[in-house]
């Protein structure tokens, strides 16, 4: 009974939290506020979940490998290029910024809440992490701009495992009293932790690569080398100094993302499939182990800190870490309101609040409940303010789609002058200096250069982008397009235009496993574009209401016209052929191909 108890527990946190990570993204909501709620009705509001008594020993293991994992895949997502175009700002962010935080946290708990030295120090410490689990999806929500995402993703990804590994070393040194002086037994363990998970995660990293290029490892056992490579580095580094795990992974996340891997695509997403489920797994986990009870320990001074910590702290160390650096004022804002905490930062309270209230300190009873209260705090706040925030500063697209047309040519012109005009954003991508000169005389914006060229995703800015149309002369070229921005894009949003059938006996169309969502329906061919342009076509924007609908304009069209898209009264873009749910928009302009008499 208790194997099959254990069993439908399992299964019923997998199948709530993949559950709730698909409402977020359907409803534009924080998943984690969701998990949040779960993991509170699943645990102590129904007792369903006990994670103490279901999980018992192996509770630590599980939270401690998961948190490994998750830094691992923050890891990944951090490219040297943005390191050095932005150095000076992160060096402060995960330095200056961390001492300062650090300080703040632990003196103002010790004397407003009365929280003796050691737990006021680990709070200290925990407040350190901006969780990248959280951080990372909430860029995405906002479309914002390449740096200020950038220096959050590298402050949230270093800082994790800087802020658990302090942790680790001060309750080490009040458990052990291995040294008489606090500061350096923290920085000789930190030293120590440094250099175990440099020659760790980047010794086992190039290993990896360099195994890799060289064909020594297959296909279908990439994925799999890669997770135990992890567990590896994780339980090395642990065994010389506790905890220095998390920084180990995390490097050897870097390193791999550095390496110019052919197959880096396919593991990157391999372990984002793996980072979900383990976030909504354990975030509802260590929610479900909080007790109702403990929440109402919070006082006035315990919130009052909090209030300190988002409103004041923050914004107060930005700013003292960033003076005399280029970033401007907008920016410095932006990051200044933009940290939530996430699921380190409740692993590692989860962790050690236990023992440090069988150990009798002081306000160790507060210590979950201040960081738990602080984490559901700030993922609201922050969750629901940045895409807001972000457009007022002008850090983000105020425009829900962008268009990037793949292919210059008179036609293609055209099509990207009338979304314009219709104020719908785009950008104009050929290899050929030539083909953009009559975009850019128009003011159409234009890039110049290979769009799958590892040196574009540096200098070329695609956060507004939500969808990518492939429009070049060489069908083969526009699925290779189509296939690699899918994952990003998400595959209903690439779509590539349609080539006729040269001899029905002989296919000679990509499988349609790898190519874009046909553009302008299955009937309409390249060759229709480029011959009804010649002859003097031309694309017409309709503007529709109440009184004339969608209906009504299609009912009024030439019969030889050919649908392009419909714009919401919100922005949106549908390109034809429309789904389902499209039309059913509240609709404002119909573009249209149409013969030069119209």
């Not at 220095?244 to 390193?255: D, R």
């Not at 109440?546 to 299609?554: G, K």
């Amino acid at each position: 009974m208790l194997h099959q108890h254990l069993t439908e527990i399992m299964a019923s946190i997998l199948i709530v939290g993949i559950a709730l990570q698909w409402i977020g993204w359907r409803f534009k909501i924080p998943a984690l506020i969701l998990l949040i709620i779960a993991g509170f009705i699943m645990g102590p509001i129904t007792g369903w979940i006990n994670p103490k008594e279901d999980f018992g020993g192996l509770l630590h293991p599980i939270v401690s490998l998961s948190v490994a994992i998750i830094l691992f895949e923050g890891g990944l997502n951090l490219k040297w290029h943005e390191f050095k175009q932005n150095s000076q700002v992160i060096n402060r962010l995960i330095t200056w910024n961390v001492v300062a935080t650090f300080s703040l946290g632990a003196i103002s708990s010790y004397y407003l809440v009365g929280l003796s030295m050691p737990v006021a120090l680990i709070f200290g410490a925990i407040i350190i992490v901006t969780g990248p689990t959280v951080i990372v999806p909430l860029l995405k929500q906002a479309n914002l701009s390449r740096r200020p995402a950038a220096l959050l993703r590298w402050e949230g990804i270093i800082n994790d495992p800087v802020g658990a590994l302090l942790v680790v070393l001060i309750y080490s040194y009040y458990m052990l009293s291995q040294s008489n002086t606090l500061v350096i037994n923290i920085i000789i363990g930190l030293g120590l932790s440094l250099v175990v998970s440099l020659i760790l995660g980047v010794g086992v990293g190039f290993i990896i690569a360099k195994a890799f290029k060289k064909g020594k490892v297959p296909e279908h056992l990439k994925s799999p080398l890669i997770l135990i490579s992890i567990l590896l580095v994780y339980t090395l580094a642990n065994l010389v100094q506790n905890e220095a795990g998390l920084m180990a992974t995390t490097i050897l996340g870097i390193t791999l993302a550095n390496q110019k891997l052919n197959s880096l695509g396919e593991l990157r997403r391999f372990k984002e499939y793996v980072t979900i489920l383990l976030v909504s797994s354990i975030f509802i986990i260590l929610t479900a182990e909080i007790e109702l009870e403990t929440l109402q320990r919070l006082g006035w001074q315990s919130w009052l800190l909090l209030f300190l910590i988002i409103f004041v702290f923050r914004p107060l160390t930005i700013y003292l870490s960033t003076i005399r650096t280029d970033i401007d004022s907008h920016e410095r804002l932006l990051i200044s309101w933009i940290a939530p905490r996430g699921i380190v930062a409740a692993a590692v309270a989860g962790l050690f609040s236990p023992q440090l209230i069988e150990k009798g300190y002081a306000g160790a009873e507060l210590l979950l409940p201040l960081v738990f209260a602080l984490i559901i705090l700030t993922v609201i706040l922050h969750g629901l303010s940045i895409g807001w925030l972000a457009k007022k500063l002008d850090l983000a697209s105020s425009h829900p789609d962008g268009l990037m047309l793949i292919g210059a040519s008179a036609w293609s012109i055209a099509l990207a002058n009338e979304l314009q005009r219709n104020e719908i954003p785009v950008l104009l991508v050929d290899k050929n200096w030539e083909n953009l000169k009559p975009a850019r005389m128009q003011n159409i914006p234009t890039f110049y250069g290979e769009i799958l060229a590892e040196r574009t995703e540096e200098v070329l800015e695609l956060s507004y982008i939500t969808k990518l149309l492939a429009l070049t002369a060489n069908k083969s070229y526009n699925t290779l397009v189509c296939s690699h921005f899918a994952p990003e894009l998400g595959h209903n949003n690439v779509y590539e235009i349609g080539w006729e059938q040269v001899n029905e006996n002989e296919n000679k169309l990509p499988s349609e496993a790898i190519r874009g969502d046909s553009l302008f329906g299955s009937e309409v061919f390249y060759s229709d574009f480029i011959s009804n342009f010649n002859k003097g076509w031309k694309f017409q924007t309709t503007l529709l209401s109440e009184e004339f609908t969608y209906e009504n304009a299609i009912s009024k069209k030439a019969e030889d016209s050919l649908v392009i898209a419909v714009i919401t009264k919100t922005e949106h873009i549908f390109l034809y052929p429309f789904k389902e749910d499209e039309l059913d928009k509240d609709l404002k302009n119909l573009i249209l191909f149409v013969p030069q008499e119209i």
